[in-house]
């Protein structure tokens, strides 16, 4: 039997250097910053506090652990989106040990609200392949028009993007063309209808330079701009595009693929008009210069008109002008009485052809086949009457009553078809029966006359078309011969 009061064999320990606490801790930092040099977690805020230095101390947790969080002051102020507790985030930073406490901490460089690490993922990777197919090289930038008559704009009409746009152009450039189609620039079919929209700017080749705008919002609200479908139409447009969408600091890929990006719609718009504000500066110096180089020869030909007034045969202007003079008096007297002989030969010729025009007008027909009809009425009815009373002397008065009421609803019968014929004859001529028919006629605005053939059309010519109950007003855009 072992006796149970014997000593337990001692366990052999293995001789370690001995570490004083800095020493370990200053280990296991380094060990600890070597394996993990960067990292992304995402977690729930907790414990957030702003202390005084602008530094950001918190935790970020899940279900089953948590770990401390310090955001420094110059990383902070760069945040679009102030944290707070329940904040689900993703955060990106260096792990670390802080050996006062002895725990280590995360100390992050950025932070994003969750959701947006994924998107920021997409967003590289379609932007490596988008680089790769060669969409951002500049070979392929096209040059903004110097002198941009018409231009097209991309954008919500409601926001405040499109009145910054039109403030700009309506206080430097006087007498441009906007086109405006108009799109949503955020959230489900926005990138679609912005692709459309550039597409239908190059289809219909409607302008000379396209802005593709909106205002400044988080990732997720310019996240249309970064789609595929928005950079493939930015890249096959044939228009020059600049892109201005969001602030200086948002970076798209419709911003990489435009041929021109702009840090705001205003600037945009400034970017349209820069080459005309350098040829008028351009002009202004050199009005400047010819009404410098003018003053001067006026002022040496001053001196020289005051040098030659000094010679006698120029002493008076009658000298030399005298006869010229009475010349001109007489030819401007041989004209003065040509133009009342044209005049008074004009007036005439345009009396007589009023006239003509006058018997010619379908009322002035019209008139004289009433008065004509009125006339055999007449003469119908005291013939009639006549014949009457002659009967009246021979027949019984019934007798001839009947007889002469089937005569005369004879005659008038007769004369009233007749007229109906004259009257289909002239409204057939009538030039507004026709129009009612759906005809026009078309007249040159510039001088009045007639339009009956393509040949004398030219385009963006202004024209008057002529309708059954007014007039309208149109431009000529496209002209075809058949």
């Not at 001196?303 to 202007?317: E, G, H, I, T, W």
């Not at 009612?436 to 053939?453: K, P, V």
Request: with cysteine; glycine share 6%; charged share 25%.
């Amino acid at each position: 039997m072992m006796d149970s009061a014997a000593p337990h064999q001692a366990r052999a320990i293995p001789d370690l250097p001995v570490l004083t606490v800095s020493q370990l801790t200053q280990a296991i930092k380094l060990s600890l910053e070597a394996t993990f040099p960067l990292v992304c977690v995402q977690g729930e805020i907790s414990n957030f506090k702003r202390h005084s230095s602008g530094h950001l101390y918190f935790s970020i947790k899940d279900a089953n652990a948590q770990i401390s969080v310090v955001m420094f002051r110059n990383e902070a102020l760069r945040l679009r989106h102030q944290p707070k507790d329940g904040d689900k985030v993703v955060v990106r930073g260096e792990l670390t040990v802080y050996p006062l406490r002895g725990n280590y901490q995360l100390v992050i460089r950025e932070m994003s609200l969750a959701g947006l690490g994924e998107l920021l993922m997409k967003l590289e990777e379609l932007k490596a392949t988008l680089q790769q197919r060669g969409w951002f090289d500049p070979e392929h930038k096209k040059a903004i028009p110097r002198f941009p008559r018409k231009i097209g704009v991309v954008t919500s009409p409601t926001g405040a993007v499109i009145q910054d746009i039109l403030n700009v152009l309506s206080r430097r450039y006087s007498g441009f063309h906007l086109i405006l189609n108009p799109v949503r620039v955020q959230g489900d079919g926005a990138a679609a209808e912005i692709a459309q929209a550039i597409e239908q700017f190059n289809h219909y080749d409607l302008v000379d330079v396209i802005i593709v705008a909106r205002g400044g919002g988080s990732i997720e609200d310019l996240w249309a701009f970064n789609e595929e479908r928005v950079a493939s139409a930015i890249y096959h447009s044939r228009i020059p595009i600049i892109s201005a969408v969001g602030h200086e600091t948002d970076v798209t890929i419709a911003d990489f693929v435009a041929d021109k990006r702009a840090p705001t719609p205003s600037a945009a718009a400034e970017i349209v008009i820069a080459e005309r504000e350098q040829q008028l500066q351009h002009l202004h110096q050199v009005r400047q210069r010819l009404i410098l180089n003018i003053s001067h020869l006026l002022k040496h030909y001053r001196q020289r008109l005051k040098d030659l007034m000094r010679q006698p045969m120029l002493a008076s202007p009658t000298y030399l002008l005298g006869q010229w003079l009475q010349k001109l008096d007489d030819l401007k007297s041989a004209i003065d009485q040509s133009l009342e002989t044209q005049l008074k030969y004009w007036r005439v010729h345009l009396n007589a052809i009023q006239r003509q025009l006058l018997s010619l007008s379908p009322s002035t027909q019209i008139k004289y086949f009433r008065q004509k009809l009125s006339y055999f009425d007449q003469t119908i009815t005291t013939a009639c009457r006549g014949q009457l009373a002659a009967r009246r002397r021979q027949l019984d008065v019934s007798l001839l009553r009947g007889r002469l009421d089937k005569a005369w609803q004879r005659q008038h019968d007769l004369k009233k078809e007749r007229l109906k014929q004259l009257w289909g004859a002239l409204s057939s001529i009538d030039p507004k029966r026709l129009l009612g028919r759906g005809y026009s006629i078309l007249f040159s605005e510039m001088d009045g006359s007639i339009i009956n053939s393509v040949k004398v059309l030219k385009k963006d010519q202004n024209i008057n078309i002529m309708v059954s109950d007014g007039h309208a007003k149109a431009i000529v855009t496209e002209i075809v011969q058949q």
